[in-house]
């Protein structure tokens, strides 16, 4: 039934619009193992950072003491076009479902990349600029991130190169088309440009690709290339940072309205929009004022956090990045073919990782199957075609309402609904054609990815 009192929208007014980011790493009560570099084994400095990374973002990545961080007023002038994004009550979603529970999602699909990703694509791109670069390159796996960074990269005037996982080039060539209309250069990998994907294609010459393969060869093209550097759109710290706007606005629509969240959900992939999500709300919890469930969703088949180890390991199958703590299933962990939607990354952000580690977050993994189920009962009642990884979340707060309508409880489930789905319809048919199949890994399958684990601890 419509609540009279709280509108089917929430909208902020542009004043109201986040002059700060949220760094969750300065009220972390622990905070996570640092990054190590992976020759010298030692943490990384500013200086090993900058050899790949733009000076700013390497000064963000490290930062672990300032609570807000100025968005600069360029970056917040082009989220006024795209933002703020609507949090939605879900009235009709939960007339379906006949549950007591209210649900309530904040959609970051409102622009032509069709994901949160734009939010620090754009922060990227503008510091790559300030900084006198003249080119990025980047890697994309589903194609989110490099039309988002296209359109950061066409707005400041730089050159992009992406490279994109094979066989998502393949499955999706509009993406491809998108990216190019914006500027971008899209290269599917493991391509012939580098050594590493040369190296690949040598061993694997079949290959679909994989991220941690795209990662390689789009580090490899910075190194070499002049007033070049390589952007990353998820698991670092600093893209959580600037995700952290999708929580920060969440927070202050629903206190317009005295909303008080029993449970935040959203997917994760690297762990960027969960972060970014969770951040002010996860503030709340450390600090004891509030105990939210805050639930973390990851697809079966790819169980970093439900089923992985928290060990250090590298972002990257060449082995070339930064050694990260994180609950991780080996950087040789490759995916089942058969998963369509997204959320595909054998790592999961150092920040996302220690939280679960340290029991402030819970995560849940789910089938894909039950997944589409979800994403088409919300398409028919909530109009919005959503992405398969938002739909992973879907799943969750859908059976999360579900499980008031036993109890009767009016629980109030808050999520993040990262994006749309036009580019996933070869998935969308895969599963109205029943040709869609869930696929669990095996212990014995996941050993093979623990196995490609270096094995290394830091000692203080
Ligand atoms: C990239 C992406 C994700 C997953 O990435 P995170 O870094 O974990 O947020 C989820 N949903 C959509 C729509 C995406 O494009």
């Known amino acids: 039934m419509k609540d009279k009192k709280i509108p089917t929208k929430i909208f902020l007014e542009e004043k109201e619009l986040p002059k700060f980011w949220y760094n969750i790493n300065a009220i972390m009560p622990e905070k996570h193992e640092p990054a190590l570099n992976p020759k010298t084994l030692k943490p990384c400095t500013l200086e090993d950072y900058k050899e790949v990374f733009c000076e700013e973002l390497a000064k963000q990545e490290m930062n672990m003491t300032d609570e807000y961080i100025p968005i600069p007023e360029e970056v917040q002038d082009f989220y006024t076009m795209i933002r703020p994004s609507p949090l939605t009550r879900a009235y009709?979603?939960?007339?379906?479902?006949?549950?007591?529970?209210?649900?309530?999602?904040?959609?970051?699909?409102?622009?032509?990349?069709?994901?949160?990703?734009?939010?620090?694509?754009?922060?990227?791109?503008?510091?790559?600029?300030?900084?006198?670069?003249?080119?990025?390159?980047?890697?994309?796996?589903?194609?989110?991130?490099?039309?988002?960074?296209?359109?950061?990269?066409?707005?400041?005037?730089?050159?992009?190169?992406v490279f994109m996982v094979k066989?998502?080039?393949?499955?999706?060539?509009?993406?491809?088309?998108v990216i190019e209309t914006y500027?971008?250069?899209?290269?599917?990998?493991?391509?012939i440009t580098t050594k590493i994907g040369r190296d690949i294609l040598e061993k694997y010459p079949n290959t679909g690709g994989s991220l941690g393969c795209a990662v390689s060869e789009a580090t490899e093209k910075?190194?070499?290339?002049?007033?070049?550097?390589?952007?990353?759109?998820?698991?670092?710290?600093?893209?959580?940072?600037?995700?952290?706007?999708?929580?920060l606005e969440t927070k202050t629509a629903l206190e317009?309205?005295?909303?008080?969240?029993?449970?935040?959900?959203?997917?994760?992939?690297?762990?960027?929009?969960?972060?970014?999500?969770?951040?002010?709300?996860?503030k709340d919890k450390i600090n004891g004022t509030k105990n939210?469930?805050?639930?973390?969703?990851?697809?079966?088949?790819?169980?970093?956090?439900?089923?992985?180890?928290?060990?250090?390991?590298?972002?990257?199958?060449g082995k070339i990045t930064p050694l990260l703590k994180m609950c991780t299933l080996g950087s040789g962990f490759?995916?089942?073919?058969?998963?369509?939607?997204g959320l595909r990354y054998h790592g999961m952000n150092p920040i996302v990782s220690k939280l679960y580690h340290d029991g402030y977050i819970e995560a849940v993994s789910v089938e894909q199957t039950k997944v589409f189920e979800a994403a088409v009962q919300f398409a028919k009642s909530e109009g919005i075609l959503p992405a398969p990884e938002s739909s992973h979340t879907i799943r969750v707060a859908i059976d999360e309402a579900l499980k008031c309508k036993q109890t009767g409880e009016k629980k109030k489930i808050v999520f993040c609904l990262t994006g749309t789905?036009?580019?996933?319809?070869?998935?969308?048919?895969?599963?109205?054609?029943?040709?869609?199949?869930?696929?669990?890994?095996?212990?014995?399958?996941?050993?093979?990815?623990?196995?490609?684990l270096p094995n290394i601890t830091y000692n203080k």
């Open 421 to 452: 789905g036009y580019f996933d319809l070869k998935a969308y048919s895969a599963f109205n054609n029943n040709t869609m199949v869930d696929y669990i890994p095996t212990d014995a399958d996941l050993q093979k990815g623990f196995d490609t």
């Open 292 to 317: 939210y469930r805050i639930i973390g969703v990851e697809p079966k088949s790819c169980p970093s956090l439900t089923r992985g180890k928290y060990a250090y390991d590298f972002g990257d199958t």
């Open 222 to 247: 910075a190194l070499e290339t002049p007033n070049c550097k390589y952007v990353l759109g998820s698991v670092l710290d600093h893209v959580i940072l600037h995700q952290s706007i999708i929580g």
């Open 92 to 161: 009709c979603l939960e007339k379906v479902l006949d549950t007591p529970a209210e649900i309530y999602y904040k959609f970051e699909g409102n622009n032509t990349s069709g994901s949160h990703k734009l939010n620090s694509a754009i922060a990227q791109a503008y510091y790559a600029k300030k900084e006198g670069l003249t080119s990025l390159t980047t890697e994309t796996g589903a194609g989110q991130w490099g039309t988002a960074l296209s359109m950061a990269c066409a707005y400041f005037g730089l050159d992009l190169t």
């Open 334 to 341: 490759m995916p089942s073919a058969n998963h369509s939607g």
């Open 167 to 177: 066989c998502s080039a393949e499955q999706k060539p509009f993406r491809k088309a």
């Open 256 to 282: 317009k309205y005295n909303i008080e969240p029993d449970m935040l959900i959203s997917c994760v992939g690297g762990g960027s929009n969960f972060g970014g999500f969770i951040a002010p709300f996860v």
């Open 183 to 191: 500027g971008g250069k899209v290269i599917p990998s493991p391509s």
